[in-house]
């Protein structure tokens, strides 16, 4: 069973920085994507940051220039550097790893079970 667990969350103040980790395990087949997700309170989960296999990058509006997802050198690993961190980053953030499962192109989606990431002003 896949599993992916996520680490590096806290409280922090405005400004600050936070480093988040992801890890997966149950699987020896690479993700074609690993990404972090973030639901803030009373909205939707969106997308933060997303790395693909060759290593094209694609983050939210909100955090360019000052989020930066990054591979580990452990397969299925993923981390998120986020700087300059603001309230509105207050969040419960999500490690995903995505790959495909057949040859129709179906994407199967693994979650982890959140970090919550709190900036106080």
């Known amino acids: 069973q896949v599993q992916l667990v996520e680490s590096g969350g806290g409280l922090v103040e405005t400004g600050g920085s936070l480093r988040l980790s992801c890890a997966a395990s149950?699987?020896?087949?690479?993700?074609?994507?690993m990404g972090w997700y973030r639901q803030r309170p009373g909205n939707e989960r969106e997308l933060v940051a997303v790395?693909?296999?060759?290593?094209?990058?694609t983050y939210a509006n909100s955090v360019t220039g000052r989020f930066t997802i990054s591979r580990g050198n452990a397969k299925n690993t993923v981390y998120l550097q986020m700087n300059n961190l603001q309230p509105g980053d207050t969040a419960v953030y999500y490690c995903?790893?995505?790959?495909?499962?057949?040859?129709?192109?179906?994407?199967?989606?693994?979650w982890g079970q959140g970090t919550q990431v709190t900036v106080s002003s």
């Open positions: 149950g699987t020896t087949r690479t993700f074609d994507a």
């Open positions: 995903n790893g995505a790959r495909t499962v057949n040859v129709e192109g179906a994407i199967a989606n693994y």
């Open positions: 790395l693909r296999s060759g290593g094209r990058t």
